[in-house]
């Protein structure tokens, strides 16, 4: 239901083709919010099924016609909804804390190991955040500007991750 919700939302912006979804995805709520090609096309399919989101074949300059996603006044009405209702507490799922709550049987080198694996991910996640965050504009709307204050968060979660991550390894040695 989120990921619908969420492609409500990047459709509120602007109507986009499947192959725009994909993209905006990766290049923006990806950082929060996951999900494949095969999943963002089969919730499109379950949106325009519902009458939440119309397609219009738009006539293409140099290549093939391309089917775009446009909200409906119902699928704006359902974003809405969803925006005002109460949270929707999702339980964290992390692979990693997983591994660190177990990894007490490992040795001192396999241990250093693990962590200095998420180090190394999370400082890709921060270089990919902090890319973006500069290629980003200045928002002029409020809507920029939330949109802007969730790639903050991610910042500002990969940062303080990293000091955990320091502090831990400082605190076994």
């Given amino acids: 239901m989120i990921l619908q919700r969420i ?5 509120s912006i602007a109507p986009m083709s499947g192959y725009d979804l994909k993209r905006h995805f990766d290049s923006t709520v990806n ?4 999900a494949d090609k095969a999943q963002i096309y089969r919730t499109l399919a379950a949106l325009v099924a519902d009458g939440l989101v119309e397609v219009r074949k738009v006539a293409g300059t140099a290549g093939p016609d391309r089917q775009e996603h ?11 909804d969803w925006l005002v209702s109460d949270l929707d507490r999702q339980p ?6 997983a591994r ?7 040795d001192d ?15 890709t996640t921060l270089a990919t955040l902090t890319a973006v965050r500069r290629d980003t504009a200045e928002p002029t709307t409020r809507a920029e500007r939330l949109r802007l204050a ?9 940062r303080a991750e990293l000091a955990w991550l320091d502090a831990l ?5």
């Fill in 100 to 106: 660190v709550f177990f990894a007490g049987d490992l």
């Fill in 7 to 11: 492609i409500l939302g990047l459709l």
């Fill in 169 to 173: 390894a400082k605190e076994l040695s």
């Fill in 92 to 97: 964290e799922r992390n692979a990693f804390l």
């Fill in 70 to 80: 446009h909200l409906t006044a119902a699928g704006r009405a359902t974003l809405q």
């Fill in 150 to 158: 969730t790639l903050d968060n991610g910042l500002r979660h990969t």
């Fill in 109 to 123: 080198t396999e241990l250093a190991e693990l962590l200095e694996r998420q180090r190394a991910a999370a400082r």
């Fill in 31 to 34: 950082y929060f919010w996951s």
